[in-house]
């Protein structure tokens, strides 16, 4: 999402569509994703590194950004980094 953005990008485009009636390229292209669980893929965006989740950087992330996750996020974060290091390193 944009600095000071109110909409996240899906949001924007779908207003878009919205308006012109015409779907946007890049929200046609895009897989789908339940709008609920958008801000866990922006947290997922913000902790991603160059190593592999751990709970300590989970936590440290969650305490300064003031982000309380539910253990049910927590795994589901780190599912989504697994995924993300087996895809990207064939393992």
Do not use: C
């Amino acid at each position: 999402m944009p600095k000071g953005a109110r909409l996240t990008r899906k949001q924007a485009l779908k207003q878009v569509w919205k308006t012109t009636g015409h779907k946007p390229a890049e929200l046609a292209e895009q897989v789908a994703q339940p709008d609920e669980l958008a801000y866990l893929w922006q947290w997922y965006l913000e902790l991603k590194s160059d190593k592999p989740l751990n709970f300590t950087e989970i936590y440290h992330w969650s305490s300064l950004t003031r982000k309380h996750l539910r253990s049910w996020e927590v795994d589901l974060l780190r599912s989504i980094d697994r995924i993300y290091w087996s895809v990207m390193h064939g393992n």
